[in-house]
């Protein structure tokens, strides 16, 4: 099992920053495929990054490309992800996610087996 809890929402005025945090307890996350994805308020989860952890590749929705960086520290079996000039409809719960994901199916909710709780992040505009 392995237990992943995101942090680092919060409310940010349009052009602004937020990092978020995936701390990943009882597997370490070296081996593993690490995703964020978001939701809106009456809109489907929504791929955002994926950082594959054999490979190393990273790919962003083209929403995000170019403003936010997914990066991993897996001394610390952390997952981050900077956020940069943020945009009112950036505006979603965040949840990060854990799995083995072939490389067609990254934006597939559910080829992801574990899932964070989720974070805040609302941007003002």
């Known amino acids: 099992q392995m237990q992943l809890a995101d942090s680092g929402g919060g409310l940010v005025q349009a052009g602004g920053s937020l990092r978020l945090s995936c701390a990943a307890s009882?597997?370490?996350?070296?081996?593993?495929?690490m995703a964020w994805f978001r939701q809106a308020p009456g809109k489907e989860r929504e791929f955002v990054a994926v950082h594959y952890g054999s490979s190393g590749t990273i790919t962003y929705a083209d929403s995000v490309k170019g403003r936010f960086t997914i990066s991993r520290d897996n001394a610390r079996n952390t997952v981050y992800l900077q956020m940069n000039s943020l945009k009112p409809e950036d505006t979603a719960v965040y949840y990060c996610?854990?799995?083995?994901?072939?490389?067609?199916?990254?934006?597939?909710?559910?080829?992801?087996?574990?899932w964070g709780q989720g974070t805040q992040v609302t941007v003002s505009s």
């Open positions: 996610a854990a799995g083995r994901v072939a490389a067609l199916y990254y934006r597939s909710r559910d080829k992801y087996i574990y």
């Open positions: 009882g597997r370490t996350i070296s081996t593993w495929d």
